[in-house]
């Protein structure tokens, strides 16, 4: 499991490019030994009652459309999105990509988020936006919205440009509550080879009881030793360091006013310091230590 915000940090920063859009590049072929489209596929899938009326039709249907909260139950008012839209995926890498490729992201069935029932009306306002430039009616989904749209982006190897990334950023890193912040999210399974982007360790810190709420350090260090990125969290939080280029890492956790003592992250109890090998674009994730009281130090006296 990841957050929104480390998957985010995985991708590759750069403006859109490619040639002009061409839809007609994405193709749609029949799903399955029934005959049914993708676009019958996901309407019946979704469905709340999907018994069929016939081949590829639902009896008695009824939809709900999580973007704009509508109860649907008139299939003209109904129509299926792409999680991220073609176009945006054309010119996020898309266009570079086989056509067997492009197809298997038009038609992908494998997930609940790739494929989307909604209102049509909805579909028509958003486009081919990004979150830069449309966010869901219904402000409580835009947590899910800005998550499902990265995810599909991480499966994909697709890129994010500034305005988007900031936006996405934002809403995942949302500091009125830690709701969105640490929402875990699970990691993709990755279409595209090899992976491009950054990669990310995450993980959690936990501390006897007692121990004073502070910050502790988090220090991720390269083959050579080196210092590369390094963040501070509170004890019994989750922490991230992200933007790491691919390469064997250890990681350090520094106690400093918390009352627990300097430690190497180890994959065995009282073990040696474990390397972590990532490579482009993957998540470490499960980096958790438990930190020691420090030899004499005192619990917190209670106030009165």
């Known amino acids: 499991m990841t957050t929104g915000k480390a998957l985010l940090n995985t991708l590759v920063r750069q403006a859109p490019r490619g040639p002009e859009f061409d839809e007609s590049a994405f193709e749609y072929p029949t799903v399955g030994p029934d005959g ?7 309407i019946i899938d979704g469905a709340s009652e999907n018994t ?5 039709t639902v ?6 459309s999580v973007w704009d909260a509508n109860v649907l139950v008139d299939p003209d008012d109904v129509d299926v999105a792409h999680m991220v839209p073609l176009e945006e995926a054309w010119y996020s890498g898309a266009w570079a990509w086989t056509a067997k490729q492009r197809r298997d992201f038009a038609n992908d069935l494998s997930n609940s988020y790739s494929l989307r029932v ?4 909805t579909n028509a306002e958003r486009g081919s936006s990004d ?10 989904y835009r947590c899910n919205y800005a998550a499902e749209w990265v995810w599909v982006k991480a499966r994909w190897n697709l890129t994010v440009d500034s305005a988007e990334y900031e936006a996405l950023m934002t809403e995942l890193d949302e500091a009125d509550s830690n709701y969105c912040r640490d929402k875990p999210v699970y990691v993709p399974d990755l279409d595209l080879s090899p992976g491009r982007g950054p990669a990310s360790i995450i993980g959690g810190i936990g501390a006897p009881s007692g121990t004073l709420y502070s910050l502790v350090g988090v220090q991720a260090y390269d083959a050579s030793h080196a210092l590369v990125r390094e963040t501070r969290v509170r004890v019994e939080g989750n922490y991230e360091l992200t933007g790491l280029p691919p390469g064997n890492y250890t990681v350090k956790f520094l106690g400093g006013s918390s009352g627990t003592s300097d430690q190497w992250y180890s994959d065995l109890p009282g073990g040696p310091r474990t390397v972590i090998s990532l490579k482009a674009g993957s998540i470490a994730s499960g980096i958790t230590v438990g930190m020691i009281a420090a030899p004499g130090s005192e619990p917190p006296v209670p106030a009165r």
């Not at 009896?59 to 709900?64: E, G, K, L, M």
């Not at 979150?131 to 409580?140: E, L, Q, V």
């Open 59 to 64: 009896r008695y249907p009824q939809w709900v």
């Open 36 to 42: 049914c489209t993708t676009r019958q596929r996901v």
């Open 52 to 56: 069929l009326a016939s081949r590829c």
């Open 118 to 121: 909604l209102t049509a009306s």
């Open 131 to 140: 979150p830069a430039r449309w966010w869901p009616t219904i402000d409580g």
